[in-house]
C-alpha cells in the first residue's frame, strides 16, 4: 500500500510543479504566479522531486 500512495504522491508533485512551470512562464494565465521568474525555477524543482521519488518507490528498499 505504501508504494502505491508514494507513486500517486509522486504524480501529484510532478503535476503541480508542471503547473507551476507552465505559470511562471506565462502559458497559464489568470493567476498571481503568472509570468513569474520564482515559480518557473520552483516548478521544475518539484517535479523533478516528484521523478525521483517515483523511482525510488518503483525499486523499493535495498536488500542486504
Do not use: C, D, N
Not at 497559464?28 to 509570468?35: A, E
Request: aromatic share 10%; proline share 3%.
Amino acid at each position: 500500500m505504501g508504494k502505491i500512495v508514494a507513486i500517486a504522491f509522486a504524480a501529484l508533485l510532478i503535476a503541480i510543479g508542471g503547473v507551476w512551470t507552465f505559470q511562471g512562464l506565462g502559458y497559464l494565465k489568470g493567476s498571481s504566479m503568472t509570468g513569474q521568474t520564482l515559480w518557473a525555477t520552483i516548478g521544475p524543482i518539484i517535479a523533478a522531486f516528484g521523478v525521483a521519488l517515483i523511482f525510488v518507490a518503483i525499486r523499493g528498499p535495498k536488500k542486504r
